[in-house]
Structure formats: C-alpha cells, structure tokens
C-alpha cells in the first residue's frame, strides 16, 4: 500500500482586541460621513425645491436686484457713470436730495449704437408756484462737465411744476444735473433702459426687437418692466401672471397680493400701481375710444386713463361714455392729474350719467393739474362720461371701482310700480267705504227724524206735488204737511182753471172733477187747491193760542 497526502488547512486566526478596536473605528466614521453626505443632499433638495418654488411664483422678479442696478448720484458728482443694460438712477440711498447741493454726473451706455431711454417715476422736486422751479433736475445731450458762463441750454428742465414722463436721448450719453435751494429737500428715481435702434428691423445676436424699433437687452423681455417703451416686450406671449398673483414690488420687497391695483400706492417704487408695468393694472384707455361707449363689468376696478404708453397732445378733445350694468354705480377715487399741465391749460371734465358733449354747463365738476374738486365721485347710476379738452401734452390717472347701489334696477321699478298701484287702490278703497257710511247714516237719520213725536212742527213739514194734506201733531192743533201716495194721472188730474160747460165740446157728465180728501177734520179749513199749493211758504203757521 502506498500513502496519499493532501494538505490539511489551517484554520483562521481569531481577530485580536487590536483589530475589532480598528473594526468599530472604521464603521463609526463611515456611518459619519453617510449622515453627512445625507443631510448635504437632503439640504440641497430642500433648497434646490424653495427655489423651484420661489421661481415659480415669482417667475423672473427674483432677479430685480442683481439686474436692476442703483446708480447713485451723489456717490458720482463730477465724474461717468457707466450703464448697464437696465437700472434705477437715484439721489441717495432712501435719503433725500442736500440743500444747496450742485452735482453732475455723465450718464454714458459705452457704446456708439445705443442710447439712452429715460422713465420719470418718482419725482419730488421743490417747485416755485405754478410757473418755476427753486429746485431743477436739468438734462443735456452729450457730455458736459463745464457749468460756467456758457453754459448750454438743458434739453429739459425737471420739477414738480414742469413733470415729464419719459424721456430719449439722441445720443449715446447724457448728463444730469441737480441744483438746489437752501430750503425744501426733495427726492427723485429714474428708470433708465439702453436701446439700440434696429437696422432693417432686425437686432443682433441676443436682443430683443420691440414693435417700435428698438433693440434691447434680451434679458429685458418679459420681466413685466416696459423697457421698449411700448411695452412689447411684455407681450402675450410671456403668460404673465395676473396682478391679483403677485407678491412682491418691483425691486423684490414683500407685499400681500391683495393691495396690487387697489388704488394706493403700497410699494416705494410705485410698482404695484403701473398700468403700462410690473402690476399691469386694468386700464380703461380714452385715446382708443373716443366718440364710444365703454362697457365696464361689475364688481370690477381699475384705472381710467388716456394712454398707458403716452399722453394726449396739444388740442385734444376726447369724450368718452362709460356705463356699466343696472344697480351699479361708478366710484372714482385717487386722483392723479400730476401728469397734466401744470397751469390748468387742460381740463378733464365728468359729467354723472350718458351725456352727448359733457360741455361746461353740463358738467358736474372739472379738475386739473393745480386744483382738483373732489377726491371721491360717485355716479348716482351706472353711467358717467368723462371729457378731456387740453391745449398742452400731458396723462392722467384715475383710479374706479365698480359697486352695488345708487341706480335702478328693472326689478326695483317693478316693485315701486306696484306699489304705487296698491296705494291708489287703497286710497279708493276706503274713500268709498266713508262715503257710502255718511250716505247711510244721513239716510237713517232722515228717518228718525221723521218718525220721532218729539220733532218740531219744521222738521214734519212734507210736500207733494200733487196732493197736501193738514194733520195736526198729537197734542197739537197744528197743522202740519205729509206726504201721500200720488195718485194715477188716469183717475183724475188738476186742471190749471174750471171748464167753462158753454164752451167746453166734452159732455158736463164725463168732466173729471178734483177729488175731495175722503176724510175731514171738523173746524178745519178745506184742503187749498194745486197751484195754492204750489204757492204755500215752507213754514208752517203760528201756533194757535
């Protein structure tokens, strides 16, 4: 026999202390660096779905403040301020404007192709009566750094008393210039957008084209700011939300959805009152309506306007019918005439109800820029017309509300119609009730009276036409009169004299003679005869003593 041999294994070693001490080590910083890892990617999912969700409600006002940059005068008197594609040009830091301040600066976009568009939205400018200013926000084309006694003229001259609403530059630069009194400190913000005129309506790569030719930044299109100045680049097709969706201003501060388009201002950028941006509030536009009848809906409010994108020009004469459903009234609140001339050369009259002109004496009140009748109108139905008659350019704003009341409804005048009826019927009603009472209580009174032994001798007297007859009161010998059934004409008649038997052609045997009373008191004078009768005075005769 031989011997096969294989090999026998070796069992594992046991693990010492050491290694299970290593073991447990490395699974605890492995659990670590799990967790770790977990809470990083769960917080970037968290921040990653805030996003998702701010981005969603805000769609692109999330990047407000990082595109819409401030440039700050004050911070570059003297010296070029560099545009970007779009941004605000303020005084200060939410300060107001130095006295006796005298700065400057060049407003430059760096290009040779754009220019610059300006949009006037706050401006608060001391101003010196209805015809000058004692503070000037003034405007010149080009660069001008020399303020002495050639000074060139300004292209505009700003302040309270001397508005404008926008304003373009022809050339690739501007310059701004602020003076000041040693009074009334004010305050001013300007939107500014560079454009480049579009070169067979066409823009190059990355710009945007608006209907009225200009090239923008594309980033500019559809961030509910109007920076084509025809607010083309807020078309449609960006599928804005609606204003009552928004919530927050321009400049990216917080503000509840429900006070967007109510009327007043609640954002410091005026944003969520601008028809033409941001809000897009309703508008009801009298340039594209003259002559017509406008049809509001109830329960509705917005902003009665001539143009969201321009003013009226010099000569103007619109008049406008708004009406709205029956039982509602319209209400006009928030004035904001600060766009028309500032000496009252235009005038906006409204008149309550559909009137044909709203001419001066059909008017009920007329406001302009200096002196506005009222704050608060209300129609007493659901018509009002509105007339603008202007010898200068200018815009205004007015806020409406359409609400229940004031006007007459088909139902309401039903109503009143039948009530009106009910109240006639009544009133017939009970006057014949009276009357046919006092008819029946005279009648029965007349009765009575007849019957009563105790009536006087006055008060017994009765005449008939045909036959009068004497019988005395009981206790009496007074004579007195009643009346008894007329006899028929056939049985006998009075004749007006006695026939003469001589000439009379009828037999004396069929005469009819008067009839005699059947019965007669004794001492009694005999009956008198008709026209006797007829003849007798009312009153009875004395008493006999």
Known sequence: PYVSWRPIPTPCPLPSDTDRALQGLFTVIYQRIETFLCSVLQALQKAMFSTFLVLATL????????????????????????????????????????HRADCSVILTTGSVNYKIWLQFIDVDIEENGRYSCYDYLYLYEGSVSNFGYRTPTPNKAICNSQLARDYSSSRTSLTLRLVTDGSTAGSFRILYTSFADSVGRSCSFGRY???????????LSCDRMDNCGDTSDESVACHHETYDSLSYCADGRYLDNKYMCDGTVDCQDKSDERTYAWAMCPAAEMQLSCGTLVTLDPATSGYIMYSRYGGYRPGTDCTVQYNTQSGYVIRLEQWDVSGMDYHCYDSLHLCDGITGGCDDWEEDFSICHWSPDERTYVTSGPGLTVRVAADQSG?????????????????????????????????????????????????????????SPTASSRDNIHMHPTTVIHRPEPGSLVPTI????????????????????RNSPVAPSLMVQPPTPSESLAGEPPPPAYDQALLMPKEPPPRLS
Request: hydrophobic share 30%; with cysteine.
């Open 395 to 451: 815009n205004f704003k007015i806020f409406y509300r359409i609400e229940q009341g004031g006007g007459t409804s088909s139902s309401t005048v039903v109503t009143v119609v039948v009530v009106v009826i009910v109240v006639i019927l009544l009133i017939c009603v009970v006057v014949y009730c009276c009357g046919k009472r006092s008819r029946s209580d005279h009648d029965t009174g007349e009765v009575e009276l007849a019957r």
């Open 59 to 98: 769609g692109t006002n999330s990047v407000f403040g990082i595109r819409y940059t401030t440039i700050y005068m004050k911070d570059n008197c003297g010296g070029t301020a560099s545009l970007g594609s779009a941004g605000y040009i303020e005084w200060d830091r939410g300060d107001r404007y130095d």
């Open 209 to 219: 084209l608006c209907s009225n030719g200009r090239c923008i930044a594309g980033e």
């Open 482 to 501: 009643e009346r008894t059934p007329q006899p028929s004409p056939r049985q006998y008649s009075y004749p007006s004299a006695p026939p003469n038997p």
